[in-house]
């Protein structure tokens, strides 16, 4: 008897038919398969960069280094479908990344290297540079560095008499609704960099930006302080997920 469909195929080409071999072959085309695809991704990104994908194909871009042969559309969906939004993924904590069925350390490294990368990137387009002019990439950094973190952090942006960001530091970190904050500490570290002004920045996880009244009352002590030492205060900022809010656009400096 002539063995039919595809042991008919492999003994016909010479060869010996094995459960191992059966397996093989449907493996190779997904793999074949797989490669078109990704292939096909990286020219529409090549052709018209990420604004022409939506997030998931992105997501499943960004995916490929840490999977280097598996399909990375289904992983992408349900990361999507956990987080919401390309950004929302790459600056989920670790911990939760490992949540989603299918991310192993792997994918969780990659991503939150990707992350950092993109903190550096936003980074570089406001340090040494005149921060009053570059006030949408000065926003567009502390969104990037602050909107999406699960806790409250303070920093401060040092510049030198030119208005030149010379320094960016975190002073404090805190809980989901409060940081402590050390007034005498900012005027010390500013004096310690030379600093004539600083604008004061944190972040609210609740995602909504508006100042509390304890932030408002928090500012006037700095500011306060800083006078006292002939240092500016030009804004303190409050980042959220939903956006932005300026003490300075809202009269209270």
């Not at 022409?52 to 840490?66: G, I, K, N, R, W």
């Not at 990037?144 to 970190?173: C, G, T, Y």
Request: charged fraction near 25%.
């Amino acid at each position: 008897m002539k063995p039919a469909g595809k042991q008919q195929e492999l003994a016909d080409a010479g060869g010996v038919f094995t459960p191992q071999a059966e397996i093989a072959a449907p493996r190779a085309a997904t793999d074949n398969g797989t490669a078109g695809h990704r292939e096909r991704l990286r020219a529409r990104f090549d052709k018209g960069g990420a604004d022409a994908m939506p997030d998931y194909e992105l997501l499943e871009l960004t995916l490929f280094a840490a999977i280097p042969r598996r399909d990375t559309k289904p992983l992408a969906k349900a990361l999507l479908a956990r987080f919401g939004s390309f950004a929302e993924v790459i600056a989920a904590p670790r911990a939760r990344l490992l949540e989603v069925r299918g991310v192993g350390e792997a994918v969780a490294s990659h991503l939150k290297i990707v992350e950092a990368a993109a903190r550096r990137l936003a980074q570089t387009k406001v340090i040494k540079r005149p921060a009053l002019s570059s006030w949408a990439a000065l926003l567009d950094y502390c969104t990037a560095a602050m909107a999406r973190e699960p806790a409250e952090q303070f920093r401060v942006l040092f510049l030198d008499r030119k208005n030149i960001l010379i320094a960016d530091e975190v002073q404090s970190r805190g809980t989901i609704d409060h940081t402590p904050v050390y007034p005498r500490e900012i005027v010390k570290r500013a004096l310690e960099l030379s600093a004539s002004a600083i604008i004061l920045v944190h972040n609210h996880p609740s995602g909504d930006p508006t100042p509390s009244r304890a932030d408002i009352e928090m500012t006037r002590e700095i500011e306060k302080a800083a006078k006292a030492l002939h240092i500016a205060v030009h804004d303190h900022l409050v980042i959220g997920r939903s956006g932005h809010a300026s003490f300075k656009s809202l009269g209270l400096l």
